[in-house]
Structures are given as structure tokens and as C-alpha cells.
């Protein structure tokens, strides 16, 4: 009894959602958003917080002038995810981004896990955004605010907390949560607005430091650190030299500084939580992508290589770099004008990110994951009111308790978290059969199966052999069938395994590697070779021909590139952060098995979801489903 008791949990733990859209969810809301404002509100939130301040302490602290290098180090791993992302927002277009695409491939447990760490990365960078908000209003009026509110409200609490309650940051967020609640059609007015001012202001700053910057800064010797110490007043002001140079911290810099630029191109996502209220989903939502994340890549590398031109690395302020840069350069007016444009971005990234996090809020609670009164849709505005009041609630209160330089890395590791498990679905998802197949293809079918038993008088081994590896390397059907498809799942699973290995052994022992250590060196081996081999079996295996608007190419070698870099970028992580990790989805376990394990919509569905569910589906068609 006990033993049938573990089969049905697990049974419920792997259930799928089918993708046909639920009568009165998804029309609940009002499709308003056009491609603009899908572009808008992606690069709105990527250009906020981490265009104007992340560069200043990843610059002096970790990359030096090979930032850029870090920031195309993390743009790689947000294109190749993005590129998942693009394909699964043509076959899924509906609210709920990464976590959506996780409960119709993967199944229930992961889509929660998913879904929960998504909402610990947005809350996390809501937060991000609004302190930073505060800090550039604070430092704008020299830093009273902050001062009379140490003097008044200090906290002697461990440093993961801020030294004293930031109330215009919870103001803040408060404003933002007021305008969403309007509509999505006068937020996504609002966003525009604020992203176009944005850009104005970046092109700005990237031009200005190509006219005044000096290359000399990116060839940095020993001797002007020591120079510039001696004619400076505080030398403690300065940041470390590293060993000079275009990478003065090394390859080690430019990673770890690439782990934490991920930070700022978080965002794109975003976009696919709008499948409920764009107009057309299937199209807008995988072109918008890729619009945006190279509009962001662009902004990003431009405006470091300015900032290192300008100025050299160790002399960057880390709090307010552009701002003192330009002071550097002997244009003091100019910061004003990037301090709008630090307004006008960190409200944009504040809106859109509040904006995604009640989606996906709204997605989990309409799906009965999270608790039903979250899905709750005003009647006038047409906006998910509790999922906004809550996730806002939520965002507000940590952005007047955490510190800003403590919550970048934990938002990193929980987004890569999502990445992977969207990349990993695309993986299998391509290789899936529908349940709608022509007459030929059940006639291959038939075939197959018949082959497979036809064959008692041979040698066991033999046929056995020659069975399984005409299987894994030369199927017979020209589409996915049932068995090709479970041979993806069980080769994903296996690759995911074998890459997280290969990337704790570079990451932890890489100097062992490199330097020809025969244990190390033939470990990394093997697996690379098995790495190899399982992917040629994937890729032998037949592909789902349904027409998309938008297909991941490359496949399936660009989603394991993307999952490679993705855990190789988590273990760039301190073990603080994975302890904070672990301690956020224990919660979030205690929620699903406490409450979304029982009241989920799946839970009375007897039969999974056939592999059809996979299929597109338009729903701008009135009666279009998958079967």
C-alpha cells in the first residue's frame, strides 16, 4: 500500500498541464500589447539597474577594462537562452513565461520550482532597482536622507540586512504597483515613455567616450597605480590594481565579473509572461526577443567601453560610476543628464519587472500551485489585482529591509536556475511526437513496432544489440515516434548530469586541467567524449516538423552550449548564496506539498497529457486546441 502510495505522488510530481488554453483564464485579460511595447518593456527592464551601476563595481573589483568581455560572456548565455525562449513563446503563448513552458514539457514539480525561483529573482530585482532609486535621488540631495535615517532607524541585524529601512524605496515600488493596477495598456504607455528617454541617454554616454576616452586606460601599468596613488589624498579610494592591463584580475575577473553581469540582462523573459495580453503572441513575443536582447547587448558594450576609456579602473566610483566620470573628464553638467537618464531607466526596469512578477504570480495561482485568491482579475481593468498587490507587497518589503550588493548574485543564480530548465524543455520538446499523425506516419509506426517483435529466432544478444543501436542512431520513421521520443528524455537527463559534473571539475579545478593533471585530465575527457556521443544520438533521433513561427537553430548542440554555460556561470556562486538558494525553495517546497500538490487543476486529470499538448496552438483561432 505504502509502496502504491509513493508511485501515485510521484505520478503527480511529473503531470503535465495541457496547453490548450483554460475557459476563463486567459481571455480574462485584455490583449492590448503590440510588438513595441513587447520590445519596450524587454529592454526597459534589462536597461536599468545594471547599465548604470553594475559597471562601476565589476569594473574596479573584478574585470577591469576586459568588463566587456564579461558582459559578451553573459550576453552569450542570455541569447542562447533567449533563443529557447523565442521558440517556446511560439509554441506556448500564454501568461507564465519559463514556468508555463516547464509544466507542459516537464512536469509539475519543476514548473513549481521554476515558477518560485522566477518570483525570487524578480522580487529580488524589484528590490535591486528601488534601492537603487533611492540611492541616486539620496545622493542627489548629499546623502541626508540616508544619514538621518541611519541616525534614526538602525538596524544592529546581520549584514545581509540593510543598515537602516530604506522607506523611499518602498514608496517607490508603491507608486509602480499603482500604475499597473491601472492596465496593461497605460503601463506599457508609461514604460515607452521612460525606455525611449533611456536610450536617448545611453547613446549619450557611448558617444561621449569614444570623443574623450584614451586607450592608454586600457594598457594600465604598475607604475601609473602607483603614480596615481601618490597624487591622490585617500589612496584607500582607489580600487585593487590587479596586474595591469586590458584583464588585470585574469580570466578568473572576467568570469566571476560575467556571473555577475548576468545580472543585467535579466529581463528578457519578461516578455514571454506577456502571452495573455499581446495581441499576437505567437509572433510578437519570439521577435521581440531577440530585438531586445541585442538592443541591450549593444547598450551594454558600448556604455563599458566608455566608462573604461574615460576613465581607468581603478579609479571608477563604485556606486555612482558615470556620474564621477564625467566629472573625470571635466564635464560636470553632463551628469545631470545622466541622471535622468538613470530615473527614466530605473523606473522603466522597476515597472516591467513588477509587471512579469504579477504574471507569473497570476499564472501559478490560476493553475491552483499557489493559492487561488492570487488569480483574482479586476472586472474594469482587466489586470490580475491580488497577483499585483501581493508580488508588490513582497518586492516593496524586502526592498526597505535588504541590501542591494547582497541580492545580485542570489537574483543570478535563481534566473540561471529558470534558464536551464526552459533550455532543457526546448531540448526535449523538439524531438516529441503529436498525437494527430498522418496515415503514413502510423503506418511507420506499425512498422517500427512490428520489427521490433518480429525477430524470436535470432541470437538474443545480437538482436538486441542491433535493435538498440538501430534505435539510438538510425530510427526508422522520418517524425518523432513514441520510443525516439523517450530515448530524448532519457539522453537529456543524462547530458544534464554529465555537463554539471564536467563544470564543477572546471570550476573548482580547472588549474588541474590546464596544467596536464593525468586524474583531472582524463575525467574531463571521458566526459567530454560521452557528452559527445550522447549528443550524436540525440541528434540522430527525428525532430517535430510543426511549422513555428520562430525554431532554436543549431539544435542540439546551441541548448547544451546554453546549459554548459549557465551551471558554469552558478558555480561561480559562493556557497552563501547556494545556503540562501536552498533556503527560499524549502519555503517554497513547504507551499506546494502544504497546499499546490492537492489543489492543483491537474490533480483530478487522470490521464497526462498526451505528447500533443506540445503542438502549437493560436489562440487568436476561435476553437483551435491541442489534442
Excluded at 28 to 45: E, F, H, K, P
Excluded at 291 to 303: E, P
Aim: net charge neutral; with cysteine.
Amino acid at each position: 500500500m505504502r509502496c502504491q502510495d509513493l508511485r501515485q505522488c510521484g505520478q503527480k510530481l511529473v503531470r503535465r498541464r495541457p496547453l490548450k488554453p483554460r475557459e476563463g483564464s486567459e481571455g480574462r485579460m485584455s490583449r492590448c500589447l503590440n510588438t513595441l511595447d513587447l520590445v519596450a518593456l524587454g529592454v526597459g527592464i534589462t536597461l536599468g539597474a545594471g547599465v548604470y551601476i553594475l559597471p562601476g563595481e565589476v569594473t574596479r573589483n573584478k574585470a577591469g577594462p576586459a568588463i566587456v568581455i564579461s558582459f559578451l560572456v553573459a550576453a552569450l548565455s542570455s541569447v542562447l537562452s533567449g533563443l529557447c525562449y523565442a521558440e517556446f513563446g511560439a509554441r506556448a503563448p500564454g501568461s507564465g513565461s519559463a514556468y508555463l513552458y516547464s509544466y507542459v514539457t516537464v512536469g509539475e514539480l519543476c514548473a513549481f520550482v521554476t515558477g518560485w525561483n522566477l518570483l525570487l529573482s524578480y522580487a529580488i530585482t524589484i528590490a535591486s532597482v528601488a534601492r537603487a532609486w533611492s540611492s541616486t535621488f539620496d545622493s542627489l540631495i548629499g546623502n541626508h536622507m540616508s544619514q538621518a535615517l541611519r541616525g534614526t532607524f538602525p538596524l544592529h541585524v546581520p549584514s545581509f540586512l540593510a543598515k537602516y529601512p530604506d522607506f523611499l524605496a518602498l514608496g517607490v515600488v508603491l507608486v509602480m504597483m499603482g500604475i499597473l493596477v491601472l492596465g496593461a495598456r497605460e503601463s506599457a504607455l508609461v514604460n515607452k515613455w521612460f525606455t525611449g528617454i533611456n536610450i536617448l541617454v545611453l547613446s549619450f554616454v557611448v558617444l561621449s567616450g569614444f570623443i574623450k576616452g584614451d586607450l592608454h586606460n586600457w594598457q594600465l601599468t604598475e607604475q601609473d597605480y602607483t603614480l596615481a596613488a601618490a597624487g591622490s589624498n585617500d589612496s584607500s579610494s582607489l580600487g585593487p590594481p590587479g596586474s595591469g592591463g586590458f584583464a588585470p584580475f585574469g580570466f578568473d575577473g572576467i568570469f566571476q565579473g560575467a556571473a555577475t553581469c548576468f545580472f543585467g540582462f535579466v529581463g528578457f523573459d519578461a516578455i514571454a509572461t506577456t502571452g495573455g495580453e499581446a495581441q499576437d503572441p505567437q509572433r510578437s513575443i519570439p521577435f521581440s526577443i531577440v530585438v531586445s536582447l541585442l538592443i541591450c547587448f549593444l547598450a551594454y558594450f558600448g556604455v563599458s567601453a566608455a566608462l573604461t576609456l574615460m576613465v581607468p579602473y581603478y579609479k571608477i566610483h563604485p556606486e555612482s560610476p558615470l556620474p564621477q566620470a564625467f566629472l573625470h573628464i571635466g564635464w560636470g553638467p553632463a551628469r545631470y543628464v545622466v541622471v535622468v537618464g538613470t530615473f527614466c531607466a530605473l523606473s522603466s526596469s522597476l515597472l516591467g519587472t513588477m509587471f512579469s512578477m504579477s504574471r507569473v504570480t497570476y499564472a501559478m495561482a490560476d493553475d491552483r500551485l499557489l493559492f487561488q485568491g492570487l488569480a483574482q482579475i479586476h472586472p474594469r481593468t482587466r489586470t490580475p489585482i491580488m497577483a499585483i498587490l501581493a508580488s508588490g507587497t513582497l518586492a516593496g518589503v524586502t526592498a526597505l529591509f535588504l541590501e542591494f550588493s547582497n541580492l545580485v548574485d542570489l537574483m543570478a543564480i535563481g534566473t540561471l536556475l529558470a534558464y536551464s530548465f526552459v533550455v532543457i524543455s526546448v531540448l526535449v520538446l523538439r524531438y516529441q511526437p503529436d498525437q494527430n499523425l498522418s496515415k503514413k506516419e502510423k503506418t511507420e509506426n506499425e512498422i517500427e513496432i512490428s520489427e521490433r517483435e518480429a525477430s524470436p529466432l535470432e541470437s538474443v544478444p545480437e538482436a538486441g544489440i542491433s535493435r538498440i543501436l538501430k534505435s539510438l542512431c538510425d530510427p526508422i520513421s522520418t517524425n518523432p515516434t513514441r520510443k525516439s521520443g523517450q530515448i530524448v528524455y532519457g539522453c537529456a537527463l543524462l547530458l544534464v548530469l554529465l555537463l554539471m559534473i564536467l563544470t564543477i571539475i572546471l570550476a573548482q579545478g580547472s588549474r588541474y586541467v590546464f596544467s596536464g593533471d593525468p586524474v583531472y585530465t582524463t575525467v574531463a575527457v571521458l566526459l567530454l567524449l560521452l557528452i559527445i556521443g550522447i549528443t550524436v544520438i540525440i541528434w540522430r533521433q527525428p525532430q517535430n516538423p510543426s511549422p513555428l513561427t520562430f525554431r532554436v537553430p543549431i539544435l542540439p548542440v546551441l541548448p547544451l552550449v546554453s546549459i554548459f554555460v549557465n551551471v558554469y556561470l552558478m558555480m561561480q556562486m559562493t556557497s552563501g548564496i547556494w545556503v540562501q538558494l536552498g533556503i527560499w525553495n524549502v519555503i517554497g517546497f513547504a507551499i506546494y506539498f502544504g497546499y499546490g500538490i492537492q489543489h492543483s487543476l491537474e490533480e483530478n486529470n487522470g490521464q497526462q497529457p498526451p505528447a500533443s499538448t506540445f503542438q502549437t496552438v493560436d489562440e487568436n483561432i476561435p476553437g483551435t486546441e491541442s489534442s
